[in-house]
């Protein structure tokens, strides 16, 4: 009879750690792993061809599910794209309105990111905890545009609403608990936890040769120890306004990556503090059509979102309507790295290596 | 020594095999409602504290305080149907049952609070206790290979290691307080601790207890076995309905039996200061070292099984046999 070495263990499609449907084949040989193959696909929606059949102003909805952890972030790129290709300028305090926004979303998707990845090396407290303080700015989004985990609250031109009487205030005091908390109850939590430290340090190293030949984005880029920001290199809305610094680590390890978006969270709330005190005053949106056409040509825009550089391609032929969008989705590349780093690991670290990556399958699978 | 209480009771009415009989009977109804009281209350405890950490409220709403939640599960596992298909029907229903059978027989043999409060007294009571712990690797391994799943067979193998690894360290402790007491009665080891508690003599073998029972407990943080995160629930993974009851039940009573061994091996058991009876001062020990069992599990990350094992090896198995050899030549 012949003896088998190593067995195959499927891990997903539904399967706490994989943050989604997400399915990755791995072939153990006691506890470490062999090989591993990915499998996406399990949450495609086909949302690039939804845009087709959408006017320029419809498709938000949309493209709040497709990375739902940061929605907003997600608005402003389809903002973005849809402006450059109107040639739409838009006036100062949209620009820092919609800083602001994507700042707070950033925290969010990051406080989750801290959450679930705490949860994923075994620790259950660290994702009450962090869904708590996100809970402080989930009321703020609340507040300013009625949604919650999908706000549609950007639109062509600017956004929806202007910015309610003492927001400001409320913004302030958020942030000031959130920063409170991460230098002091999160240090002891997780950056001074031996345990924690033991299962995260050496783990799932994805080096800069990788990242250049995979295409990673985002913290796991700057984890390796590449200096590069769309917000600080391409400075799109306000970010050249404001002093922020990018956070770089060299290890380039699970946990490098964690401290990244820890680092991260503290510079956004650097960025809010300061657009918060210039936010000029003036229109917050100009008045576009509902359906307005815009002549052919192509529009490319990418952006820096909490996953790392998101782009969208726009074909447009002088319709109501675009002709064909393409989206880039730095989760895709990122959940690449996968497949190489997972080999030698053992099954325990395959969560955090996956988590560490912090993969939202709505982007994915688009 | 509640039975023989009950049996003498009983000879003042009937014959003596009928007396004997009752006392049987009336013991182990005794017996399974402590077993079954165990969970709801401990497991109540747990899970509000667990709540007090995590900034929540816990279970508010059935019984005064959410008190009985734990018995409103139980009752809902018992109406649930099993569901598992292409398992080893014999192993895979014998685990429960003899898991829950051992904590059945920790809950005869221990003395609750006193030295006659143990429902059934026999001599060598430690060493009982102590098997009736050390039988679950056995079962563990067992368990996950008769559900015939991957996950659970990755989560038995892990299991049988983890607790065979910490159930060495836990004899040679309890060898250490033995050899220092000269019995392995625990009314005997707890008397013996009259002047000075066993914790000042063994300040190192009582740290490696506690590690090694938190670890033969498999709570989290080193749950590896069943690690909710990557095994989804390891060797408990096909169980449902009241045989993954039986699991809760068995999990809480090893809660309170290693708190129970804590505090009599090292804690001087119902010995104190004389304003309170013993049994009160026995269960305020208990319960404190309960609250230090518990909160690893919400505090701390869970470290790798080959990181646990090598250190269950490498350090408190050599720890507690230096510390064994200590404590010998303190008492020749």
């Given at each position: ?8 263990l499927?891990i ?5 750690a ?6 990755i084949?791995v072939d153990i040989d006691g506890d470490t792993i062999k090989r591993a ?83 994923d ?78 299962r995260t340090?050496g783990v799932a190293i994805i ?46 390890d699970a ?82 790295a996968l497949e190489e780093a997972l080999v030698g690991e053992k099954v325990a670290d395959a969560v955090v290596t996956i988590a560490s990556l ?9 | ?229 990557e ?73 790798r099984i080959d990181q ?25």
């Amino acid at each position: 009879m012949e003896q088998k070495k190593s067995f195959r263990l499927n891990i997903g499609p539904v399967h706490p750690a994989t943050h989604g449907v997400f399915k990755i084949v791995v072939d153990i040989d006691g506890d470490t792993i062999k090989r591993a193959q990915t499998e996406i696909g399990f949450l495609h929606r086909a949302k690039e061809k939804i845009a087709e059949a959408r006017y320029f102003s419809n498709y938000y909805p949309i493209v709040d599910k497709l990375d739902y952890v940061s929605a907003i972030n997600m608005e402003v790129l389809y903002a973005s794209l849809v402006e450059k290709a109107a040639d739409i300028k838009i006036p100062p305090r949209a620009a820092y309105i919609r800083t602001i926004m994507c700042e707070i979303q950033r925290i969010m998707s990051h406080l989750i990111f801290m959450g679930s990845f705490g949860e994923d090396v075994g620790n259950i407290t660290s994702l009450v905890w962090t869904l708590r303080e996100r809970e402080l700015l989930m009321n703020i989004i609340e507040k300013i545009s009625g949604g919650r985990l999908a706000p549609m609250y950007m639109t062509n031109g600017g956004s929806f609403y202007d910015f309610p009487d003492g927001i400001s205030e409320d913004i302030t005091k958020a942030i000031d608990k959130i920063e409170e908390r991460i230098n002091h109850e999160y240090q002891s939590f997780f950056l001074k936890n031996e345990l924690f430290l033991k299962r995260t340090k050496g783990v799932a190293i994805i080096d800069q040769e990788m990242v250049k030949r995979l295409g990673i984005t985002g913290p796991g880029m700057r984890a390796a120890g590449i200096k590069r920001d769309l917000r600080k290199d391409e400075p799109y809305l306000c970010y050249d306004k404001v002093d922020f610094d990018v956070p770089v680590s060299k290890d380039g390890d699970a946990y490098a990556r964690f401290m990244m978006r820890v680092d991260e969270i503290l510079q956004s709330i650097k960025i809010i503090r300061q657009a918060l005190k210039d936010l000029p005053a003036g229109d917050y949106r100009i008045k576009t059509p509902w359906m307005m056409k815009i002549p052919p040509k192509y529009t490319f825009v990418r952006q820096e979102t909490p996953r790392g550089e998101m782009a969208m391609y726009m074909v447009t032929n002088g319709d109501t309507k675009p002709y064909r969008l393409k989206i880039r989705s730095a989760t895709f590349f990122n959940i690449r790295a996968l497949e190489e780093a997972l080999v030698g690991e053992k099954v325990a670290d395959a969560v955090v290596t996956i988590a560490s990556l912090d993969p939202v399958m709505g982007e994915v699978d688009r | 020594m509640i039975f023989d209480y009950i049996d003498s009771l009983g000879l003042r009415f009937v014959s003596a095999p009928l007396a004997f009989l009752g006392a049987v009977v009336v013991t182990f109804i005794i017996a399974l409602l402590l077993t079954a009281m165990i969970p709801v209350f401990v497991g109540w405890a747990d899970r509000k504290f667990a709540a007090r950490i995590q900034s929540r409220y816990g279970p508010v709403y059935v019984g005064p305080f959410g008190l009985l939640q734990n018995f409103a599960d139980i009752v809902k596992l018992l109406g649930k149907r099993f569901v598992s298909t292409n398992v080893d029907w014999l192993s895979f229903n014998f685990v429960p049952i003899a898991l829950a059978s051992a904590s059945f027989i920790m809950v005869l043999l221990i003395p609750w609070g006193g030295p006659s409060l143990s429902l059934i007294s026999v001599p060598y009571d430690l060493l009982f206790i102590y098997i009736a712990l050390a039988v679950s690797p056995l079962l563990v391994l067992l368990a996950g290979w008769g559900e015939n799943n991957k996950y659970s067979m990755i989560g038995g193998f892990r299991g049988a290691a983890q607790i065979a690894t910490y159930e060495i360290v836990i004899i040679i402790s309890i060898i250490s307080v033995a050899l220092l007491s000269g019995s392995y009665n625990l009314s005997g080891i707890v008397s013996s601790q009259g002047s000075l508690w066993y914790i000042f003599y063994l300040p190192v073998v009582f740290v490696v207890f506690f590690l090694a029972g938190l670890a033969t407990m498999e709570r989290e943080p080193f749950d590896m076995p069943e690690a909710s995160q990557e095994l989804q629930a390891g060797w408990k993974v096909e169980y449902s309905g009241i045989k993954y009851g039986l699991f809760l039940i068995s999990d809480y009573v090893r809660l309170v039996i290693v708190a129970m061994l804590i505090v009599m091996l090292f804690f001087g058991g119902w010995l104190g200061l004389s304003f309170l009876p013993g049994i009160a001062w026995f269960w305020i020990k208990t319960f404190i070292v309960m609250v230090f069992l518990m909160v690893p599990r919400w505090v701390f990350a869970r470290p790798r099984i080959d990181q646990f094992i090598r250190f269950g090896w490498n350090w408190l198995l050599p720890i507690a046999i230096l510390n064994l050899i200590v404590a010998g030549l303190v008492v020749i």
